[in-house]
């Protein structure tokens, strides 16, 4: 449990008058003859009422669309509960409520490519793609896929697919060849748009070659829609389908207005892809209605989103915080989208980005956070970031350590947000609050709507101590089901088989005293030595303090009966591991934490595999150790880096 007894940040009287969601809880005590005094207040109505608070939302968030009379039907069903059953709405019309010549998105590619795009052309650009793809046969419930970097053509693709009730599917284009057919090749898409190659830390990267073999290799194709980036000529004859953006939507170049279609509130936006690290991705649905009121929740009331703001995350099209940051459209924000290595122009683009683009929301991973820590960066002496009211982190939890370099090296007055939920909902179960402070180490609070518990073993609620995150009522936005899943028994049995009815997300974590969570890594990596459950983040916490350790990654490896923790660390360039460092790693962790904790071996790798996303994989490198096959090494950004962890002698006795 926290021992903090002062926050790190409060915001001023001032800024919780002026929030969002002091407005909305004002607004929702009119509407429903309410107290609401505080958050915790405003919460509970949330869960208590479900029906009230979801249509307040609807109404805040000005949504265009028919409600109907009913807001939840089998609500006593997780899952199968219906939200807005009689409602009828277009995601993409809800984020293209502007045609004026305000910026929409801004675009950095490194530091090669800078551009933007206003409301008004992004209606144009939608309106002309939407057509070329009506042209070529796409209609509801047919798939359109990306293998895209995150730059303003994969915003317009995905709108215009949502404008004609098309289901958006989306990739990274760092992602190999298997990768992609292990995604696309599941949910058959009939149009793919790619790009030419991208910018990752100064470099050009082509992707003609894997495009033409994935083009090759995908049945399903009737065009591939090529974008040019890095190339001033293309030779697309050996890419089937293929042919220029320019000339795909030529034929449409007259055409000015979208032809919303009216959808159902459950109708398929989105199929993301879990990381795929113990096989095939699962192909998870996520329904229009449901993505667009949590987002507009979110973005909104606990991102404190004006019209206006200029909202940025650092993401990739195959991270679910892609599909976040563009619902920022339907708050009226303009989107600050940024594609390569976050580390290009001497460590400080996205800095130097926040002060060109006048950033009042700055989204990254804890990571990279950590990272410039390490790197000794002090942005706060080297940048204005006069415009920055909010910093997000998600990908893995954000350590203590981390909360305190930011506000002491970044900047003093922003509202913090460490934020976790993912690919499953798209979204967040736990995230930030713009009128509560931020504790040290801990995330601010549930998120409305959301019934968040954590649970024992045994399926009682725990304070101050650690269990399994779990949503106990449904919430809009759960997944549809999983493609090619018709009984819904793979959807059961990801997250409702452990408790009855109820989500068990698979994240172990503990709800403060402040009412704040911390989330200490996956339930299915902790580790478990003589039975006391550990979670990974408690021991990357201290091991990461250590100058000399860039990165770690902890296992439990089964031993002589029982589990012992098995540390490997990525030390700075040039530096070996020795029995001093081992030893100092070992007391840090002891003093810190407790015995048990404490690794039994400690080994130096060169790399840390990751997904695509940034996430450690702890699992595959367990079933490397335990001589098991990682079945999709795809999934990862470097699978070479297993090999690290290959029959390592220190490992046999």
């Known amino acids: 449990m926290s021992t903090n007894d002062q926050p790190l940040w409060q915001p001023s009287a001032e800024r919780i008058a002026a929030a969002n969601i002091t407005d909305f809880a004002r607004r929702a005590e009119a509407r429903w003859g309410l107290s609401l005094p505080d958050y915790e207040a405003l919460h509970g109505w949330s869960v208590a009422h479900p029906e009230q608070f979801w249509t307040s939302i609807w109404e805040y968030g ?15 069903r997780m899952p199968g509960a219906r939200w807005f059953p009689e409602a009828r709405l277009n995601f993409a019309q809800n984020l ?6 305000r910026d929409a998105l801004v675009f950095w590619g490194e530091d090669r490519v800078k551009n933007r795009m206003s409301h008004g052309e992004l209606y144009r650009r939608v309106a002309q793609f939407a057509a070329a793809l009506r042209e070529q046969g796409v209609g509801k419930g047919d798939r359109v896929a990306a293998y895209m970097p995150n730059m303003p053509e994969t915003v317009v693709a995905m709108l215009a697919a949502a404008s004609i009730g098309a289901i958006f599917t989306s990739a990274s284009p760092d992602f190999g060849v298997q990768g992609v057919l292990d995604r696309f090749g599941q949910t058959e898409p009939k149009v793919l748009i790619a790009c030419d190659g991208y910018y990752y830390n100064g470099k050009v990267v082509d992707c003609l ?7 090759a290799r995908l049945p399903s194709l009737k065009r591939v829609v090529v974008v040019p980036y890095v190339h001033a000529q293309h030779e697309l004859s050996r890419v089937a389908h293929a042919r220029m953006l320019a000339d795909f939507v030529a034929p449409q170049h007259t055409v000015t207005e979208i032809a919303f279609e009216p959808l159902p509130f459950d109708h398929p936006l989105y199929i993301m892809y879990s990381s795929g690290t113990t096989g095939v991705p699962k192909c998870i649905v996520h329904c229009a209605g449901g993505a667009l009121l949590q987002h507009l929740k979110e973005h909104k009331l606990h991102g404190d989103v004006k019209p206006g703001d200029r909202v940025f995350y650092f993401t990739t099209c195959g991270w679910m915080m892609w599909n976040w940051l563009v619902s920022g459209l339907a708050a009226q924000a303009t989107l600050l989208l940024y594609d390569g290595s976050p580390f290009a122009g001497d460590n400080r683009v996205l800095f130097d980005y926040a002060d060109a683009e006048g950033m009042t929301h700055f989204g990254t991973s804890a990571k990279f956070i950590d990272a410039c820590a390490k790197f000794g960066l002090k942005p706060r002496e080297t940048h204005s970031l006069a415009s920055v009211r909010a910093l997000m982190s998600t990908g ?18 922003l509202q913090l947000s460490s934020i976790s939920g993912g690919t ?27 019934a968040v518990d954590v649970w024992d073993d045994d399926g009682r609620p725990v304070r101050g101590e650690k269990g399994e995150l779990v949503c106990t009522r449904p919430f809009p936005v759960m997944p549809i089901g999983f493609w090619n899943d018709a009984d819904g028994a793979k959807y059961h049995a990801a997250y409702f088989e452990r408790f009855d009815k109820v ?5 172990f974590c503990e709800i403060t005293a402040h009412g704040g969570l911390i989330i200490y890594g996956r339930s299915d990596a902790t580790l478990n030595p003589g039975g006391v459950r550990i979670g990974t983040a408690e021991i990357y916490r201290q091991v990461e303090k250590l100058t000399e350790v860039v990165e770690s990654l902890v296992i439990g490896q089964d031993w002589e009966g029982d589990v012992r923790v098995v540390l490997f660390v990525k030390l700075r360039e040039g530096l070996d591991l020795d029995d ?12 810190n934490t407790t015995p048990r904790h404490v690794p039994a071996k400690v080994l130096q790798v060169a790399d840390i595999p990751r997904t695509k996303s940034g996430k450690i994989v702890e699992l595959a490198v367990r079933n490397v150790v335990h001589g098991k096959p990682v079945k999709n090494i795809e999934a990862l950004a470097n699978p070479e880096a297993l090999d690290h962890f290959r029959e390592r002698a220190e490992l046999k006795g």
């Open 503 to 507: 989500w068990c997300h698979g994240d």
């Open 396 to 413: 893995s939890p954000l350590v203590p350590e981390g909360f305190d370099y930011v506000y002491r090296e970044i900047k003093a007055d």
């Open 209 to 215: 070659d894997k495009l033409a073999e994935i083009a």
């Open 424 to 450: 499953d909902i798209i979204s967040c179960f736990v995230l930030g609050c713009p009128v509560l402070p931020v504790w040290r180490g801990e995330i601010q609070c549930k998120g409305l709507g959301m």
């Open 62 to 76: 000005e949504v265009i669309g028919e409600r109907g009379a009913t807001v939840l039907a089998d609500g006593d």
């Open 580 to 591: 001093d460092l081992v030893a100092r790693i070992r007391k840090t962790i002891r003093d």
């Open 96 to 101: 293209l409520r502007s045609r004026d010549e």
